[in-house]
């Protein structure tokens, strides 16, 4: 099976269209106005609108008022929520569209749990615990704690890099990898050579 690659925290149209003629299958627009990847509402509407058919526009919110997820979603064309908060299953689901939960993984996390939890997600998203950041990390977590059925039907993340994720892929084969900050040149601002060499990677690590 491919996994299937989203390139998270764009800003630029440049970089929208490097990573859609690199094949990936979603892109993620942050929308947490703490993160140095945060894009405005209508920057964000730019950026979807440039996307061709069968290539996902992800919103990514953390905590956010309902209000703030609903005031985007009427400007900006997005096909996936991303919740990197504690928002509860409810809150989650309240916003009529597919939606993906982040689980800070560390030991003592229970999965198995937060899968049942949150079974209403699309996928679970597995990234790097740190207790200041919701995401972003650049760091990643042990995946030896991720059972093989979860990674499955989840999104690995967390400090994934092109020199990494081929053996990520072997060893868990996810259901997909999220990068950011292993694609950037700075904070938001994408490197067109790591953006290749980490779809590299992931061909790698299929084919093995």
Known sequence: MRTRVKFCGLTRLDDVEAAVALGVDAIGLVFHPASPRAVEIEQAARL???????VSAVGLFVDAEAARVRAVLERVALDVLQFHGAEPPAYCAGFARPWIKSIAVRAGVDLAAEAHRYAGARSLLFDTYDPALAGGTGRCFDWGLVPARQ???SILAGGL???????????????AVDVSGGIEQAKGLKAPDKMTDFMKGVRDGDQS
Do not use: D, S
């Open 161 to 175: 890099t092109a020199a990494n994720v081929a053996e990520a892929i072997r060893q868990l084969r996810p259901h």
């Open 151 to 153: 990674a499955r039907r």
């Open 48 to 54: 979807v609108n440039a996307l061709p058919a069968f």
